[in-house]
């Protein structure tokens, strides 16, 4: 839809990207973003629920785990609902505000995710490198401050690129590209130059990524090189069985999120821009559930001990 000015044409909602016109995909698409939304959505609703009711788990590592789930069903829950609706009704419609509003949580929950698990391997670099001073150094007061500067500067930063955008004229036309707004597809939208505003969201993506991607690997670095001095092979094992996967998930976070938000206008294939949102949205909130709570034997026993719980109430109150 567009809105007629004085002497432009002003869009006031843009047109998601249509996966197919046959009905039988259509219910396969919605199936699958449907499937996808509800174990992410059990996953970490289940790992919040056993931090927060098990005693033992109130610690700083736990609680970052904690945190990380909430912003994994906050960040799933900005593009996949969406596109589960414009599978089964095939409204591809959205307001203007809207898809700011798309970009703006997605950048932070984005953002704020990278953040925490940057902070994440601070505090196993601690644990691991200096056990002793753990709990001196990772006080209650410092995580809360860690975590609430996640929050608050990812909020800040997704504010900056929605600014970048926000006040850009759109006259048409209005298709976007891909399953949900994000900030290449936009700019391409604009009716303007728009090289000053991608050439500062690509400056922040490179800053930022390389504070993040540095902090990670300092970390690991200092993490493996104690690991190599424990006697214990299983202990190393241990340590690295731990280590790598969220090594994996982070890297492919990061780079399919810079390539999602990073491409220049000219692009790559849509094809492959599709697969890079859809690996960018979906990975991380359904990796990080079973890479830090089922390889977790402190977990894994929180969640035997609280499902024993509710099996034995349920049959108690049967057999009343």
């Known amino acids: 839809m567009k809105q007629e000015g004085s002497n432009t044409t002003t869009v006031t909602e843009f047109l998601l990207l249509e996966l197919s016109d046959q009905f039988e995909l259509q219910m396969l698409y919605f199936v699958l973003f449907l499937l996808i939304y509800l174990i992410a959505l ?65 950048v932070n ?16 670099y601690i644990a691991i490198c200096f056990p002793l001073q753990y709990h001196v150094i990772m006080n209650k007061m410092k995580c809360a401050g860690m975590i609430a500067g996640c929050w608050i500067s990812s909020t800040i930063y997704a504010m900056l690129h929605a600014m970048n955008i926000i006040f850009l004229p759109f006259c048409g036309p209005n298709n976007v590209d891909q399953l949900f707004c994000d900030i290449p597809q936009i700019l391409k939208l604009a009716c303007a130059d728009t090289f000053g505003n991608e050439t500062a969201v690509f400056a922040c993506g490179i800053v930022f990524g390389l504070i993040f991607c540095s902090s990670i690997i300092v970390s690991y ?49 849509i094809s492959k821009e599709l697969l890079a ?28 001990k609280f499902m024993n719980k509710v099996i034995f109430n349920q049959h108690v109150l049967t057999t009343k």
């Open 42 to 106: 059990t996953g970490n609703l289940l790992l919040i629920m056993i931090v927060a009711v098990d005693r033992h788990l109130h610690t700083p590592m736990y609680l970052f785990l904690a945190n990380l789930s909430i912003l994994d069903i906050f960040f799933i829950s900005v593009t996949i609902p969406k596109s589960i609706n414009v599978s089964l009704t095939q409204i591809r419609s959205i307001s203007f505000s809207g898809c700011m509003s798309q970009i703006f949580w997605g």
């Open 109 to 124: 929950f984005a953002s704020a995710e990278l953040a925490l698990l940057t902070v994440m391997a601070y505090d196993r």
């Open 221 to 269: 670095a200092h993490i493996f090189s104690a690991v190599q001095k424990i006697p214990s092979s299983h202990s190393r094992y241990k340590v690295f069985s731990t280590c790598l996967p969220h090594l994996i998930v982070f890297s492919l976070f990061l780079f399919t999120g810079m390539f999602t938000h990073m491409k220049r206008s000219s692009g790559s294939s």
């Open 277 to 304: 949102a859809l690996l960018y949205s979906v990975v991380s909130p359904i990796a990080n559930p079973v890479i830090y709570s089922l390889r977790n034997k402190e977990i894994r026993k929180a969640l035997e």
